[in-house]
């Protein structure tokens, strides 16, 4: 059956044949661009335990991003997250990690996990080419790589979705990886770093961080209508255009909302866990108001 009509089942239409390795996820979002299946839907978790990632990872979403950025927690934490949403969600849901930084390790450590990877603050094409070559293995992606011996058991989870090819070149087709967008700079290097460096799978424009690297005002009810920001936003809607690459980032709120800010995006996180948890906060004003001795 097509992805299209087994799109019910989540990712699991796109799970490869062991759950340690990555979903086809970079197929997934190339048929989200197309519009063969609608946007992935994702969580974004603001925090770094297990069993966060054991309870929303049966939730039903496509895709549940880790912020190892801004979440610190050590490597063992972050590889049992990345488990717990592959296993408890049965495959349904797709693990991102968004990485603290460029580095060779730190790559490794995550796509190590099975999942796919966001890398932050992405300036240059230089630094572009670095984190692909670190992403992928062998020579056709001037892959740099290290293969891990003993992440995949032989004969037992390294089974190739492509049996004609090796289980390190099916992995090269199989975890996505997601490049944040944060500054001007970045922004003004797109164009050069899709054209150079087109393996990158989709591109996220990081509102928070480009506004503040532009000194514009970023908190709660900060109305986003500076005529210098929509010419940024137009700038990067105009150049994922011209490469027919799916866009990534937040897509929150009322409906009307929710489908104005998913415009474009294969990957589209429409919840976040810190968020959900301060919906309490409404519930103990109605808690304070019904319990007043006023």
């Given amino acids: 059956m097509s992805a299209c009509q087994d799109h019910h089942l989540g990712m699991a239409v796109y799970r490869a044949p062991s759950l340690l390795q990555p979903h086809r996820v970079r197929q997934a979002l190339?048929?989200?661009?197309?519009?063969?299946i609608p946007p992935l839907a994702g969580l974004k978790l603001g925090f770094s335990t297990v069993e966060i990632a054991r309870f929303t990872a049966p939730l039903g979403f496509d895709a549940i991003c880790i912020d190892w950025e801004h979440s610190a927690c050590n490597v063992e934490t972050m590889t049992t997250m990345v488990?717990?949403?592959?296993?408890?969600?049965?495959?349904r849901t797709i693990p991102f990690v968004r990485i603290p930084g460029h580095d060779h390790a730190t790559i490794g450590?995550?796509?190590?996990?099975?999942?796919?990877?966001?890398?932050?603050q992405v300036n240059t094409v230089s630094e572009a080419k670095s984190i692909m070559a670190s992403t992928k293995y062998g020579p056709k992606y001037g892959g740099t790589r290290s293969a891990p011996p003993y992440r995949l058991m032989q004969g037992i989870t390294d089974t190739p979705i492509d049996r004609s090819k090796s289980v390190h070149e099916n992995q090269n087709e199989q975890a996505a990886v997601v490049i944040q967008i944060e500054t001007l700079e970045g922004l003004s290097n797109l164009d050069a770093i899709l054209s150079e460096v087109p393996e990158i799978d989709a591109v996220w424009l990081g509102t928070i961080d480009?506004?503040?690297?532009?000194g514009l005002r970023w908190?709660?009810?900060?109305?986003?209508?500076?005529?210098?920001?929509?010419?940024?936003?137009?700038?990067?809607?105009?150049?994922?255009?011209?490469?027919?690459?799916?866009?990534?980032?937040f897509a929150v709120g009322p409906p009307d909302k929710m489908r104005a800010t998913g415009e474009g995006k294969g990957l589209a996180?429409?919840?976040?866990?810190?968020?959900?948890l301060l919906g309490v906060v409404d519930e103990l004003k109605k808690a304070r108001q019904i319990f007043?001795?006023?």
Avoid at 83 to 91: D, L, N, Q
Avoid at 269 to 276: I, L, R
């Fill in 30 to 36: 190339r048929d989200a661009q197309a519009g063969l």
């Fill in 83 to 91: 488990h717990e949403i592959a296993f408890m969600s049965e495959g």
């Fill in 109 to 120: 450590f995550a796509l190590d996990t099975g999942a796919s990877i966001v890398v932050p």
């Fill in 210 to 214: 480009c506004r503040v690297s532009m």
């Fill in 219 to 249: 908190e709660s009810g900060v109305s986003l209508t500076e005529p210098e920001w929509k010419e940024t936003v137009a700038k990067f809607k105009t150049i994922m255009k011209k490469h027919n690459k799916p866009a990534a980032g």
């Fill in 269 to 276: 996180f429409v919840a976040v866990d810190v968020v959900a």
């Fill in 292 to 294: 007043s001795l006023g």
